[in-house]
């Protein structure tokens, strides 16, 4: 049967972290549509405002880049980009509780705690060894 | 592709739901034959609801093999008999083969109709970057605008007026997406998508009101013949066009300039809601 699942120990994967460069590259392209926005609106409203040719030009660049990198930084900062959608979020982290209740194969276990683990979700054992023995037994000797 | 990108970009869920299912359907294969036929049911009335294309080949392979599982099992109860016609191999009396090819087929179904469902997830993704993507660009775009009128010194009474077209175009289109998404399908998740779109009207509902506002006064004064000399008249300087005081109609040219991008964003909606209602029609029937 190909996909039988054997007692073996199953490795878990390594938890992949993020740099702070990785981290801040992905709050600023999250935040560019609003920030090239932010950049012309800063250019125009500085010119009202009474900045003449190209230093309103370059006013506008810096204030506005600094603002797109303020929301950049604060996209990081206080919502968690590798939480970026907190529902999805919450269905996945519902469907794998849902699934880890009961006992299931090696493979499925393993691909379970690759997910748990990118989730953030804390990791556990999903069957009890004398639950897979059962498993594994039925599986052997289907009726 | 760094992780943060990927969850910034969307992908990631993707992946994720991905990687779920085929845990899923490994479980699905090993599991006991009572929740075996269970779940061939469950999928049975999944099927029955949505538009994949071969549903009908697959909801006959379906019923077949939750037949054998049944036959095997002993029992009747909650399983959709298979039709008159026989597949090779899974002809009764049952033997314990069967029981075999019978689980695999059902974690086919099951693989089909996840990998529908992921498609469909992948679908939104993609058009909600797409739509990003244009985003950007048609800003970036609009601030050399902004900054070509800068650095031209434009007088400051036809920059503000340029910016209060743009800002009534952009009002009256956001207006127009209260209509349109009054008839949307918001139970279903679609990774941010209408987000963007709700980000991308304003932007577009504006650009179109600026460029009918400059285009009309334009294109009139060379169509409407002057009534003393019988040639085209001359065009409005640009100063007279981008001045409210002096012409105060275009303000309803923009407001009507404002709504046409509408056919536009209301395609894109289409487009989105025939992704999601392919999510909805092949949602488990009950929360499991």
């Known amino acids: ?143 | 592709m760094t992780t943060s990108l990927e969850w910034a970009l969307g992908y990631g869920y993707v992946r994720l739901w991905e990687r779920l299912h085929r845990a899923e359907e490994e479980k699905l294969f090993a599991a006991p034959p009572d929740e075996l036929i269970a779940e061939a049911t469950r999928d049975t009335l999944r099927l029955q609801g949505s538009n994949l294309e071969n549903r009908d080949l697959l909801l006959d392979q379906l019923q077949r093999a939750a037949s054998v599982l049944a036959f095997n099992a002993g029992v009747s109860a909650g399983v959709v008999p298979a039709s008159a016609s026989v597949v090779a191999g899974l002809a009764p009396p049952f033997h314990s083969g069967d029981d075999l090819i019978a689980r695999r087929l059902i974690r086919q179904v099951r693989r089909a109709i996840n990998e529908y469902r992921d498609d469909r997830r992948l679908a939104l993704v993609r058009a909600r970057n797409q739509l990003l993507k244009t985003i950007i660009l048609t800003a970036l775009v609009t601030y050399q605008l902004v900054a070509l009128a800068v650095l031209a010194g434009v007088p400051r009474p036809a920059f503000t007026s340029a910016i209060a077209y743009f800002l009534i175009g952009a009002t009256v289109g956001l207006f127009n997406r209260l209509y349109l998404d009054a008839s949307a399908e918001t139970a279903v998740e679609d990774y941010g998508l209408s987000a963007a779109r709700l980000l991308h009207t304003p932007l577009l509902c504006g650009l179109a009101a600026l460029g009918g506002a400059l285009i009309v006064p334009l294109l009139s004064a060379q169509i409407t013949p002057a009534i003393d000399t019988g040639a085209a008249a001359a065009a409005p300087p640009l100063a007279a066009i981008f001045d409210i005081t002096q012409r105060p109609f275009t303000l309803v040219l923009a407001a009507v300039f404002g709504l046409t991008p509408s056919a536009l964003i209301s395609r894109l909606q289409s487009e989105a809601e025939k992704y999601k209602s392919d999510l909805k029609s092949s949602e488990a029937p009950a929360a499991h």
């Open chain 1, 1 to 143: 049967m190909p996909t039988e699942p054997d007692a073996s120990p199953v490795p878990r994967p390594e938890p992949r972290q993020a740099s702070w460069r990785a981290k801040l590259m992905a709050g600023l392209i999250v935040t560019s549509p609003v920030g090239s926005i932010v950049i012309g609106v800063v250019t125009g409203a500085i010119f009202i405002l009474g900045v003449d040719g190209v230093r309103a030009v370059l006013a506008g660049l810096l204030v506005g880049g600094a603002s797109w990198l303020v929301m950049g930084v604060a996209v990081i900062a206080y919502l968690p980009v590798d939480r970026a959608n907190r529902s999805i979020h919450k269905e996945l982290m519902t469907r794998m509780e849902t699934m880890r209740a009961d006992p299931m194969p090696a493979s499925a276990e393993t691909q379970l705690q690759a997910l748990a683990q990118e989730l953030g979700a804390a990791l556990s054992s999903t069957a009890s060894d004398e639950e897979r023995r059962r498993l594994i037994s039925q599986l052997q000797h289907p009726r």
